[in-house]
């Protein structure tokens, strides 16, 4: 670990603390299976131990995921440690919190910071400050005055709020309409998706191992001028609530309102994709058809990966002509998971 060596490492291990679950993996060379921390199996012997900061890194080693503790899946709930301090956050945004203040609270600083920083890609602090700078794009949007905002964002600056401001939203806050766009991280049974949202629609839908997603957040801010910070709206609640229902079996239909951005053609592909009644699937030349051009397979194969709505904007309902899976921007066993979740027969 870079910054908890592997006596600390082992520590954490016999202790049981799940906080770590997803900060660092072990592998026991005795059994060549590796684990989480938190794990119910019982410990092994520190000098059988060798860690890692990532499953893959343990895969790649010849360890096998150990089956009781599944380290090769996303945990199935967040850290507890992260919704305690953004609990913290929402509860007094004005509060500071420094590296003393988490350590009075039992916290280790590295610890908080890698955690925020592997879910929000950025630290604990960095978090704050952008919320802080949400709740003034709210005040101002609901026609507050600038002072208040800035009191709202807990400055006591008044250049320093401007800046912090102009820097976020590319504006100063005087006369500003930020109406920026919320992102936060919903928790499922195939992994962790990132929804981006404001007070009306929809506009991104992804799980998080998918690549490239820091291009599709710059890309989408850009086509929107707007920019992207931690939080969550109704329409967060509304599709988290649907997902929920989804996997288990009792929704076919989201109602979610959604904002695609894409061409024309996209647009219309993406259409005729939520057309493909649930349960049911379509080869890419049916799908190229329904568009309106036969001919253009590999262009509707294109648009399918870029709809930016994942599950929604049911992609995964597309197959390769001879009945294989094809491809799958989340990756081919996560579509044949969403295909039996809809069609468990």
Request: charged share 25%; net charge positive.
């Amino acid at each position: 670990m870079k910054s908890m060596n592997d006596d600390k490492c082992y520590e954490i291990l016999a202790a049981r603390n799940a906080e770590y679950a997803d900060v660092f993996f072990v592998g026991v060379l005795t059994t060549q299976i590796f684990c989480r921390p938190g794990c119910p199996a019982r410990l092994p012997k520190r000098e059988n131990c060798t860690f890692y900061e990532t499953a893959d890194e343990a895969l790649a080693a010849g360890f096998r995921a150990c089956k009781r503790c599944h380290p090769a899946h996303p945990v199935s709930s967040e850290s507890a440690l992260v919704r305690r301090l953004i609990d913290l956050v929402e509860e007094d945004p004005d509060r500071r919190m420094g590296e003393a203040d988490l350590k009075a609270m039992g916290v280790d600083p590295s610890t908080a910071r890698r955690q925020f920083q592997r879910r929000f890609g950025m630290s604990f602090s960095q978090y704050a400050r952008k919320r802080r700078l949400a709740l003034a794009a709210q005040s101002l949007t609901k026609g507050d005055s600038v002072i208040n905002a800035q009191l709202d964002a807990g400055y006591e600056s008044a250049s320093g709020f401007r800046a912090a401001f102009a820097k976020t939203f590319g504006r100063a806050p005087k006369g500003a309409n930020p109406d920026p766009l919320y992102i936060d991280w919903i928790t499922t049974p195939l992994g962790r998706m990132i929804a981006i949202c404001d007070e009306a629609s929809l506009y991104l839908l992804e799980f998080t191992d998918r690549k490239n997603m820091t291009r599709q957040f710059e890309k989408l801010r850009k086509m929107q001028s707007r920019a992207i910070l931690p939080g969550r709206t109704a329409v967060t609640d509304q599709i988290e609530g649907e997902l929920t229902a989804y996997f288990k079996g009792d929704l076919t239909e989201f109602l979610t309102p959604l904002a695609t951005s894409g061409t024309e053609f996209q647009n219309r592909t993406w259409v005729q994709l939520q057309n493909i009644p649930h349960g049911e699937t379509r080869s890419y030349a049916q799908l190229a058809e329904m568009v309106g051009d036969p001919k253009a397979v590999r262009a509707v194969a294109g648009a399918n990966s870029k709809n930016g709505l994942a599950i929604i904007i049911p992609c995964h309902r597309v197959i390769a002509k001879d009945g294989g899976l094809g491809g799958y921007a989340g990756g081919v066993s996560r579509k044949a998971k969403l295909l039996e979740i809809e069609n468990p027969d």
